[in-house]
């Protein structure tokens, strides 16, 4: 069965440095999809950044990059230069055809000015 | 600019109350879906459907009923609400093959009094 897992129930960085959000996975399918989503206290899903489990590089979307590890099944997403409003929830989730998506239980992100 | 719809965004109602829960989607999805969510928690998969005529109950049992008449339409309906309905809820689509993630709509913010 497919499971994402997100062991870090909350997170504090500092204003302008740099943070890294753990998710790994479990599927034994080849082909798959990784995604994370922002959710602000407002409450939408916002997407951030995917990577193909075939991708041979690393995603990346302005200060988004994930960190693929493919052979260890983990799927970090590095935010670089943290700003106030990063504080939010971050989910981690993952696709397979023909089947609905996985979400871990999440991050909280808090910034500190 | 949204893609997807939600009505309403908050709102507060009596026990015993019927309400209907509006989702809408411009992108001719195949696929949409209901997520419940208490604040910062994990979101759990409540319905989903896969066209029009299909609806198929998700990972988490819920009272609620979902119908699907029109591609773009997915409403979710609460025959008589109560306080243990209070929660937010998410509503998503993706295309058929669910590699591109989903879009979720601004959500609905439901308490019962």
């Known amino acids: 069965a497919q499971k994402i897992t997100q062991t870090q129930p909350g997170m504090f960085v500092q204003e302008k440095e740099a943070v890294t959000l753990d998710c790994t996975y479990d599927?034994?399918?080849?082909?798959?999809?990784l995604f994370w989503y922002k959710q602000p206290s407002s409450g939408e899903m916002i997407f951030l950044i995917y990577?193909?489990?075939?991708?041979?590089q690393n995603a990346t979307e302005g200060r988004y990059s994930l960190n693929f590890q493919k052979a260890r099944k983990s799927a970090n997403l590095v935010i670089s230069a943290s700003q106030l409003g990063d504080s939010a929830m971050y989910f981690c989730a993952m696709c397979n055809y023909g089947q609905n998506f996985v979400f871990g239980p999440g991050t909280r992100l808090s910034v500190l000015p | 600019e949204a893609d997807i719809y939600q009505t309403p965004r908050y709102l507060v109602i009596g026990t015993g109350k019927k309400i209907t829960l509006e989702c809408s989607q411009t992108m001719g999805h195949d696929k949409m879906y209901w997520y419940q969510q208490d604040p910062g928690m994990e979101l759990h998969l409540i319905h989903y459907s896969y066209g029009v005529n299909s609806t198929e109950k998700g990972d988490l049992s819920s009272e609620s009923t979902v119908s699907r008449i029109r591609t773009e339409h997915f409403p979710l309906t609460l025959e008589s609400a109560r306080p243990s309905h209070t929660s937010q809820y998410l509503c998503a689509s993706s295309e058929y093959r669910e590699l591109h993630g989903y879009t979720f709509g601004s959500g609905t913010r439901l308490t019962v009094v």
């Open positions: 990577q193909g489990s075939y991708d041979q």
């Open positions: 599927t034994s399918d080849p082909s798959y999809g």
